[in-house]
């Protein structure tokens, strides 16, 4: 075997993950959706995979490389999926029985299609398309366009739509906030709810999608109930608020007359509902709408389906659930939890409420399913491997690893342990953290450390967390160590916990981050004089804070992060974030606000800073950036400002994955100009 060597920033185009894992009804086969990068594309490409709950060798049954989305039919005959192979998405279906034959397109809608659920049958699904309120009436008129005379007639049509849609835009005329998000705007289509059947010996007029929703308000992932007649979704109650999506109630629609029926109250946003198998109960995610509503752990939430008391599963766990699904009897609801630095999966009783922890390994759960013959497929990434699918039998406590798409690239590099450890901070509290010792270690010596700080605030990581594997991992073979923590303001540990930062960012997280390092360079291994800090999004926030009011660190690189409070609020894709996290809207108290931004303090950084920031990132505006490179220049500070164009506030987890590489070259280099190895 050939000597293993450090891992490179290059690296990030060998590393493959899986997603979605989707267990087929007869629990003998797993459909997965597996991520590569392709490197001379600059793109990631996407394809559905199976492979046997009994092992062997994977088998790729897509191959466009814009494939994700499986969904098993539950007679086990087909499994449906969503492609972008030509352009917009649209759902197909390939046949699991032989002969398979190629996937066939169900949907060829002008926008597209997602969101798939089977009807209980297997001869219907139900799904998401987007229109606004002139496509829905024109759809509704039934009225069709003429087919294009021939692929040139095609073309020009398509360009000629692109085309008008870009000067409807141009001016583009607000009325809302957001009216943008991600890394686009927001334009008047929202997500309706459609069905439509599967048998390709329908009729022309039968085999049509069928709209059953006609509102300027967004519809959540439709579900349908077990007899068939009705779907369960969420769509907002109060389209024409600011953040709308924030108040979302349940519904049924009845699927023969179209007719609507609100389950839920107004007092919570309710999303992400799932009834039961026997029908007997929904399972759905609520949050409270109150003046803190951005800080409160989410609830698991179960309500019978003809009407009762609604009562939340995981309080006295008081953890964020994740994912659920119900156990073939409806006996069980499974769900994900994270807590203290993982992801755990519980059973939880629907009539007693009782809890109980099935999974409880040290990865990062990234998807699950559950079987009907009782066992669990999760894809996670542990401490030494960040992206492999699992399989847990149902009489056994120990998964079983299925694939080893990552096994070619491990073998030949090197993977530093992460170490867990627990400090005090102020008033002894109890923090979190991990320390990761650089390639090369060498005891009786010492090392720079990277600081490392998430964003969220309510982010938890951990030892597996896949968002960092990559990046902390090659801190390490770089030279440095690597510390990083959960302080006060990260999930996991409970609401309190969670809500310890309200209207102070600053101060409460500084002070777990630094008690860290200090527990960390008791350690022996830190050179105190060599120390560099990091982070994202808050986590930029926190990095700016800190070397405004610390000169410690050698050099200090600031990702997307909030440095303006004030500006903040008219720039973000959620302004109501500022309101329920420091109790106040900026007219109230502008200079608490100012006072507690990073860059009212920006002229006292000593320490050379890196700005990086997105041009299209919605979340955290550009001009965040530009601000804070503009003050610590002209106040004379050391500091260079790196723009990606193109990318949003995901830049470092999905953006394209040469500035994910460039973006880490340009910190890594900024750390050994000014503290080297």
Same mark, same amino acid.
């Given at each position: 075997?050939?000597?293993?060597?450090?891992?490179?920033?290059?690296?990030?185009?060998?590393?493959?993950?899986?997603?979605?894992?989707?267990?087929?009804?007869?629990?003998?086969?797993?459909?997965?959706?597996?991520?590569?990068?392709?490197?001379?594309?600059?793109?990631?490409?996407?394809?559905?995979?199976?492979?046997?709950?009994?092992?062997?060798?994977?088998?790729?049954?897509?191959?466009?490389?814009?494939?994700?989305?499986?969904?098993?039919?539950?007679?086990?005959?087909?499994?449906?999926?969503?492609?972008?192979?030509?352009?917009?998405?649209?759902?197909?279906?390939?046949?699991?029985?032989?002969?398979?034959?190629?996937?066939?397109?169900?949907?060829?809608?002008?926008?597209?299609?997602?969101?798939?659920?089977?009807?209980?049958?297997?001869?219907?699904?139900?799904?998401?398309?987007?229109?606004?309120?002139?496509?829905?009436?024109?759809?509704?008129?039934?009225?069709?366009?003429?087919?294009?005379?021939?692929?040139?007639?095609?073309?020009?049509?398509?360009?000629?739509?692109? @085309?008008?849609?870009?000067?409807?835009?141009?001016?583009?005329?607000?009325?809302?906030?957001?009216?943008?998000?991600?890394?686009?705007?927001?334009?008047?289509?929202?997500?309706?709810?459609?069905?439509?059947?599967?048998?390709?010996?329908?009729?022309?007029?039968?085999?049509?999608?069928?709209?059953?929703?006609?509102?300027?308000?967004?519809?959540?992932?439709?579900?349908?109930?077990?007899?068939?007649?009705?779907?369960?979704?969420?769509?907002?109650?109060?389209?024409?608020?600011?953040?709308?999506?924030?108040?979302?109630?349940?519904?049924?629609?009845?699927?023969?007359?179209?007719?609507?029926?609100?389950?839920?109250?107004?007092?919570?946003?309710?999303?992400?509902?799932?009834?039961?198998?026997?029908?007997?109960?929904?399972?759905?995610?609520?949050?409270?709408?109150?003046?803190?509503?951005?800080?409160?752990?989410?609830?698991?939430?179960?309500?019978?389906?003809?009407?009762?008391?609604?009562?939340?599963?995981?309080?006295?766990?008081?953890r964020n659930t994740g994912d659920y699904r119900w156990s073939a009897d409806s006996k069980a609801l499974f769900f994900?939890?994270?807590?203290?630095?993982?992801? @755990?999966?519980?059973?939880?009783?629907?009539?007693?409420?009782?809890?109980?922890?099935?999974?409880?390994?040290?990865?990062?759960?990234?998807?699950?399913?559950?079987?009907?013959?009782?066992?669990?497929?999760y894809a996670a990434s542990t401490v030494q491997n960040p992206s492999e699918l699992y399989l847990q039998p149902a009489?056994?406590?120990?998964?079983?690893?299925?694939?080893?798409?990552?096994?070619?690239?491990?073998?030949?590099?090197?993977?530093?342990?992460?170490?867990?450890?627990?400090?005090?901070?102020?008033?002894?509290?109890?923090?979190?953290?991990?320390?990761?010792?650089?390639?090369?270690?060498q005891g009786g010596q010492q090392y720079p450390l990277v600081v490392n700080i998430h964003g969220g605030p309510h982010?938890?990581?951990?030892?597996?967390?896949?968002?960092?594997?990559?990046?902390?991992?090659?801190?390490?073979?770089?030279?440095?160590?690597?510390?990083?923590?959960?302080?006060?303001?990260?999930?996991?540990?409970? @609401?309190?916990?969670?809500?310890?930062?309200? &209207?102070?960012?600053?101060?409460?997280?500084?002070?777990?981050?630094?008690?860290?390092?200090?527990?960390?360079?008791?350690?022996?291994?830190?050179?105190?004089?060599?120390?560099?800090?990091?982070?994202?999004?808050?986590?930029?926030?926190?990095?700016?804070?800190?070397?405004?009011?610390?000169?410690?660190?050698?050099?200090?690189?600031?990702?997307? &992060?909030?440095?303006?409070?004030?500006?903040?609020?008219?720039?973000?894709?959620?302004?109501?974030?500022?309101?329920?996290?420091?109790?106040?809207?900026?007219?109230?108290?502008?200079? @608490?606000?100012?006072?507690?931004?990073?860059?009212?303090?920006?002229?006292?950084?000593?320490?050379?800073?890196?700005?990086?920031?997105?041009?299209?990132?919605?979340?955290?505006?550009?001009?965040?950036?530009?601000?804070?490179?503009?003050?610590?220049?002209?106040?004379?500070?050391?500091?260079?400002?790196?723009?990606?164009?193109?990318?949003?506030?995901?830049?470092?987890?999905?953006?394209?994955?040469?500035?994910?590489?460039?973006?880490?070259?340009?910190?890594?280099?900024?750390?050994?100009?000014?503290?080297?190895?």
């Amino acid at each position: 075997m050939a000597e293993k060597l450090p891992i490179t920033v290059d690296d990030l185009h060998r590393i493959t993950t899986l997603e979605d894992p989707r267990i087929s009804p007869d629990g003998q086969w797993i459909a997965y959706v597996q991520v590569t990068i392709d490197r001379m594309d600059n793109a990631y490409k996407r394809s559905i995979w199976l492979i046997s709950t009994a092992g062997g060798k994977p088998l790729q049954i897509t191959r466009s490389g814009k494939d994700y989305e499986p969904r098993w039919s539950p007679d086990g005959n087909m499994l449906a999926f969503v492609s972008s192979r030509d352009k917009k998405p649209q759902i197909y279906l390939l046949r699991m029985t032989a002969p398979a034959g190629e996937a066939r397109p169900l949907t060829s809608l002008p926008n597209g299609a997602s969101n798939i659920a089977w009807s209980q049958d297997s001869s219907r699904i139900t799904f998401l398309s987007r229109l606004n309120a002139a496509e829905r009436a024109y759809e509704a008129s039934g009225e069709e366009a003429s087919k294009p005379k021939d692929k040139l007639d095609a073309k020009q049509r398509g360009e000629r739509k692109e @085309q008008e849609e870009t000067e409807r835009w141009d001016p583009r005329l607000i009325w809302r906030i957001p009216y943008r998000t991600g890394t686009s705007y927001l334009d008047d289509r929202f997500s309706q709810v459609y069905v439509m059947p599967v048998d390709e010996d329908s009729s022309s007029e039968e085999a049509k999608p069928r709209r059953l929703t006609d509102f300027d308000a967004n519809h959540d992932q439709p579900q349908w109930t077990p007899d068939g007649d009705f779907l369960l979704t969420a769509r907002n109650t109060q389209p024409d608020v600011d953040q709308a999506g924030r108040y979302t109630s349940l519904f049924r629609i009845d699927v023969g007359s179209g007719e609507h029926e609100q389950l839920t109250g107004d007092g919570y946003t309710a999303f992400a509902a799932l009834p039961s198998p026997n029908g007997q109960w929904i399972a759905y995610s609520r949050l409270e709408i109150h003046d803190r509503f951005t800080e409160q752990i989410v609830r698991l939430a179960i309500m019978p389906a003809d009407g009762g008391e609604i009562r939340d599963l995981n309080m006295e766990l008081n953890r964020n659930t994740g994912d659920y699904r119900w156990s073939a009897d409806s006996k069980a609801l499974f769900f994900s939890m994270e807590n203290e630095g993982r992801t @755990q999966l519980y059973r939880v009783n629907p009539a007693s409420g009782e809890t109980t922890l099935l999974v409880d390994a040290v990865q990062d759960i990234g998807g699950f399913d559950y079987g009907a013959d009782g066992r669990f497929a999760y894809a996670a990434s542990t401490v030494q491997n960040p992206s492999e699918l699992y399989l847990q039998p149902a009489d056994s406590d120990e998964a079983v690893q299925l694939t080893q798409v990552n096994k070619a690239f491990l073998e030949s590099v090197i993977v530093q342990d992460i170490h867990e450890f627990g400090y005090e901070s102020e008033n002894g509290l109890h923090i979190q953290g991990w320390y990761i010792l650089p390639v090369g270690y060498q005891g009786g010596q010492q090392y720079p450390l990277v600081v490392n700080i998430h964003g969220g605030p309510h982010t938890m990581w951990g030892a597996p967390t896949q968002s960092i594997w990559h990046e902390n991992q090659s801190f390490a073979a770089a030279g440095y160590g690597v510390f990083y923590c959960n302080p006060r303001g990260s999930g996991g540990y409970g @609401q309190d916990f969670q809500m310890a930062l309200h &209207g102070d960012w600053g101060n409460p997280a500084q002070a777990d981050v630094m008690a860290g390092l200090e527990a960390v360079i008791e350690k022996g291994f830190v050179d105190v004089d060599r120390l560099v800090v990091t982070g994202g999004s808050y986590g930029g926030y926190l990095t700016s804070w800190i070397v405004g009011h610390d000169d410690r660190f050698k050099a200090a690189a600031s990702q997307r &992060g909030v440095y303006n409070l004030l500006s903040f609020f008219g720039t973000t894709d959620i302004p109501l974030f500022l309101k329920e996290q420091w109790g106040l809207e900026p007219w109230d108290n502008p200079m @608490q606000l100012w006072e507690n931004s990073p860059i009212a303090h920006a002229h006292k950084i000593k320490t050379p800073l890196l700005i990086l920031h997105s041009e299209n990132d919605f979340r955290v505006a550009v001009s965040e950036g530009e601000q804070m490179f503009a003050y610590v220049r002209r106040s004379g500070g050391t500091t260079k400002f790196v723009r990606f164009p193109r990318e949003g506030h995901e830049l470092s987890r999905s953006g394209e994955p040469a500035h994910r590489a460039s973006r880490l070259n340009h910190i890594i280099d900024w750390f050994k100009t000014y503290c080297p190895v």
